[in-house]
């Protein structure tokens, strides 16, 4: 049993965590410490550390995981099937357990350029769920992914809501959602999970909006999410010609509205996190996943953190 419940927490409370990409050079690793100790001082409840396709990045995942702890913070780690066996899961779990990490976000992972399966001997995270809970008990906490808009994988919502109800049958605790800037639809999603019986906490992503760029590589290269007119008026307000991915923009205002644009995205961002506790209808406590508005730290810097609600 872990010693710290998240998703006791959640069901009375609003929590506040954080998630971090582990660094991939020396210097942005000893940058990140000291990002840590910046964060922790807006007490979140977690700090989430992401994983690498097959591991790839485990070394740096267990190191950013320590420094979390040693931080004060409780440190969540992802972890995929993408190219595992069952006994090199079983191997890593018995690692991170032995360095402190007894909570997980259990995920299939995206699939390595090129390839069509996931390499491993699971293909769902349903089953990695299944597995961790039948190999160790009580002793991980195990968070799993939503998706608002339905996983770009998935035929339909209702075969996405399926599969997180397969997800809570295996034995997760509490949902994180994958980033959604739609409100309503949100909304529209908590109301259908719930009436398939997913009872789980949900604990929401949202990404704060700094730079176009960025912004729009999350939504369409990798979540499939919509972006709503309030944000997609603030890109146009501040398009950067000839488009945001451009490595030699000829926009003459290149700098202002860079640094307008990321203004007005914190406030777009801020607004966003208003909305999450007025629109529970059912009961749900708000639980914020990376962010509130009286913490967001404008003048935070360094690599690997990823705002998210």
């Known amino acids: 049993m872990t010693a710290v419940k998240l998703s006791d927490m959640m069901k009375k409370r609003q929590l506040l965590s954080f998630e971090l990409f582990p660094p991939k050079t020396d210097r942005g690793m000893t940058n990140l410490s000291e990002t840590i100790q910046q964060l922790c001082r807006y007490k979140p409840e977690y700090i989430s550390v992401t994983y690498g396709a097959g591991g790839g990045n485990v070394g740096a995942n267990r190191q950013v995981c ?9 440190p969540v780690t992802h972890f995929t099937v993408i190219r595992n066996t069952k006994q090199g899961i079983r191997e890593q779990l018995e690692t991170y357990l032995k360095e402190g990490v007894d909570h997980i976000l259990a995920l299939r992972g995206d699939f390595p350029r090129g390839e069509t399966t996931t390499g491993g001997d699971f293909n769902y995270a349903t089953d990695l769920v299944k597995f961790i809970r039948d190999e160790f008990g009580e002793q991980f906490e195990i968070a799993v992914a939503g998706s608002p808009e339905g ?16 997800k809570q049958d295996n034995g997760a605790d509490y949902i994180m959602t994958q980033l959604c800037w739609d409100m309503e ?20 992503g949202i990404m704060p909006i700094l730079d176009q760029a960025a912004t729009i590589n999350m939504a369409l290269s990798r979540n499939g999410c919509v972006m709503d007119r309030e944000l997609s008026r603030l890109i146009s307000k501040y398009w950067i010609f000839p488009n945001p991915f451009d490595k030699a923009p000829f926009d003459d205002s290149l700098e202002q ?10 406030e777009y961002t801020i607004r966003q996190i208003r909305q999450i506790p007025f629109s529970w209808r059912r009961g749900d406590p708000p639980v914020c ?4 508005e009286r913490t967001y730290p404008r003048s935070l810097r360094g690599p ?4 998210l609600i």
């Open 66 to 74: 320590r420094m979390v702890r040693n931080a004060g913070a409780v």
């Open 151 to 166: 996983h770009i994988s998935c035929r339909s919502l209702e075969a996405d809501i399926g599969v997180l109800k397969m």
């Open 185 to 204: 639809q949100f909304e529209r999603w908590l109301d259908k999970i719930r009436r398939a019986g997913v009872t789980l906490p949900v604990d929401v």
């Open 257 to 266: 509205k860079k640094a307008d644009f990321k203004k007005a995205g914190i």
């Open 289 to 292: 996943h990376e962010q509130m």
């Open 304 to 307: 690997g953190i990823r705002t």
